[in-house]
Protein backbone atom coordinates (compact mmCIF):
# COMPACT_ATOMS: atom_id res chain seq x y z
CA UNK A 1 0.00 0.00 0.00
CA UNK A 2 3.08 2.28 0.51
CA UNK A 3 2.96 2.52 -3.66
CA UNK A 4 -0.45 3.66 -3.41
CA UNK A 5 0.42 7.18 -1.33
CA UNK A 6 4.08 7.62 -3.97
CA UNK A 7 1.66 7.33 -7.02
CA UNK A 8 -1.68 8.52 -5.89
CA UNK A 9 -2.90 11.60 -7.37
CA UNK A 10 -4.04 14.95 -5.74
CA UNK A 11 -5.68 14.74 -2.35
CA UNK A 12 -5.99 11.01 -2.30
CA UNK A 13 -2.76 10.11 -1.22
CA UNK A 14 -3.54 12.44 1.88
CA UNK A 15 -6.65 10.75 2.17
CA UNK A 16 -5.31 7.56 2.28
CA UNK A 17 -2.92 8.46 4.90
CA UNK A 18 -5.55 9.66 7.08
CA UNK A 19 -7.22 6.47 7.86
CA UNK A 20 -6.92 4.29 10.59
CA UNK A 21 -3.67 1.83 10.28
CA UNK A 22 -5.15 -1.95 9.72
CA UNK A 23 -8.24 -0.39 8.22
CA UNK A 24 -8.08 -1.31 4.77
CA UNK A 25 -7.46 -5.42 4.47
CA UNK A 26 -7.29 -6.28 0.88
CA UNK A 27 -7.88 -4.03 -2.33
CA UNK A 28 -11.61 -4.50 -2.39
CA UNK A 29 -12.13 -3.26 0.04
CA UNK A 30 -9.55 -0.14 -0.23
CA UNK A 31 -11.32 0.24 -4.29
CA UNK A 32 -14.99 0.40 -2.34
CA UNK A 33 -13.65 2.77 0.24
CA UNK A 34 -11.91 5.04 -2.76
CA UNK A 35 -14.74 4.96 -5.03
CA UNK A 36 -16.95 6.35 -2.58
CA UNK A 37 -14.79 8.98 -1.27
CA UNK A 38 -14.07 9.93 -4.97
CA UNK A 39 -17.23 9.77 -6.66
CA UNK A 40 -18.64 12.43 -5.59
CA UNK A 41 -16.21 14.86 -6.73
CA UNK A 42 -17.19 13.50 -10.02
CA UNK A 43 -18.94 16.08 -12.82
CA UNK A 44 -22.54 14.95 -13.51
CA UNK A 45 -22.91 13.97 -16.90
CA UNK A 46 -24.00 16.75 -19.26
CA UNK A 47 -27.40 16.00 -20.62
CA UNK A 48 -29.18 17.58 -23.64
CA UNK A 49 -31.58 20.74 -21.94
CA UNK A 50 -28.19 21.90 -20.73
CA UNK A 51 -27.61 23.47 -24.32
CA UNK A 52 -30.75 25.66 -23.28
CA UNK A 53 -28.61 27.54 -20.14
CA UNK A 54 -26.68 28.74 -22.63
CA UNK A 55 -27.14 32.40 -23.14
CA UNK A 56 -25.44 35.12 -25.25
CA UNK A 57 -24.71 37.53 -22.72
CA UNK A 58 -25.15 42.10 -23.44
CA UNK A 59 -21.97 42.88 -24.93
CA UNK A 60 -20.95 39.63 -26.13
CA UNK A 61 -19.87 39.31 -29.66
CA UNK A 62 -21.96 36.54 -31.54
CA UNK A 63 -18.42 35.08 -32.48
CA UNK A 64 -18.00 34.44 -28.47
CA UNK A 65 -21.58 33.13 -28.38
CA UNK A 66 -21.47 30.88 -31.37
CA UNK A 67 -18.04 29.59 -29.89
CA UNK A 68 -19.06 28.84 -26.35
CA UNK A 69 -22.72 27.10 -27.89
CA UNK A 70 -19.79 24.93 -29.85
CA UNK A 71 -17.88 24.08 -27.05
CA UNK A 72 -21.07 22.93 -25.20
CA UNK A 73 -22.97 21.28 -28.18
CA UNK A 74 -19.79 18.54 -29.08
CA UNK A 75 -19.89 17.45 -25.28
CA UNK A 76 -23.93 17.48 -25.23
CA UNK A 77 -25.62 13.92 -25.87
CA UNK A 78 -27.93 15.86 -27.57
CA UNK A 79 -28.07 14.81 -31.63
CA UNK A 80 -31.55 15.93 -32.62
CA UNK A 81 -30.38 18.84 -35.31
CA UNK A 82 -33.73 20.71 -35.09
CA UNK A 83 -33.65 20.46 -30.99
CA UNK A 84 -29.74 22.05 -31.04
CA UNK A 85 -31.21 24.60 -33.21
CA UNK A 86 -33.82 25.25 -31.32
CA UNK A 87 -31.58 25.65 -28.38
CA UNK A 88 -28.86 28.16 -30.10
CA UNK A 89 -31.90 30.65 -31.11
CA UNK A 90 -33.41 30.96 -27.93
CA UNK A 91 -29.78 32.04 -26.36
CA UNK A 92 -29.17 34.41 -29.26
CA UNK A 93 -29.55 38.44 -27.80
CA UNK A 94 -32.37 40.03 -29.62
CA UNK A 95 -31.23 41.63 -32.69
CA UNK A 96 -30.86 41.93 -36.69
CA UNK A 97 -29.08 38.41 -36.02
CA UNK A 98 -31.93 37.16 -34.22
CA UNK A 99 -34.56 38.85 -36.28
CA UNK A 100 -32.89 36.88 -39.62
CA UNK A 101 -33.24 33.69 -37.64
CA UNK A 102 -36.91 34.06 -36.90
CA UNK A 103 -37.58 34.85 -40.56
CA UNK A 104 -35.53 32.04 -42.29
CA UNK A 105 -36.28 29.20 -39.92
CA UNK A 106 -33.11 27.63 -40.45
CA UNK A 107 -33.32 23.49 -39.06
CA UNK A 108 -30.22 23.03 -39.32
CA UNK A 109 -26.44 24.47 -38.96
CA UNK A 110 -25.36 23.58 -42.07
Known sequence: MQDVCEHA???SAAWF???????ITNFQQFSRLFIEQYIVNKA???VS???FDIR????ESLRDYLNCFGAQMVRSPAK???MLVYAFKRGVLSGPFCEALI???????A
Not at 103 to 109: E, I, N
Open 9 to 11: PGN
Open 103 to 109: RAQPATF
Open 44 to 46: PPR
Open 80 to 82: DEE
Open 49 to 51: YDL
Open 56 to 59: QYQG
Open 17 to 23: VSLPTGH
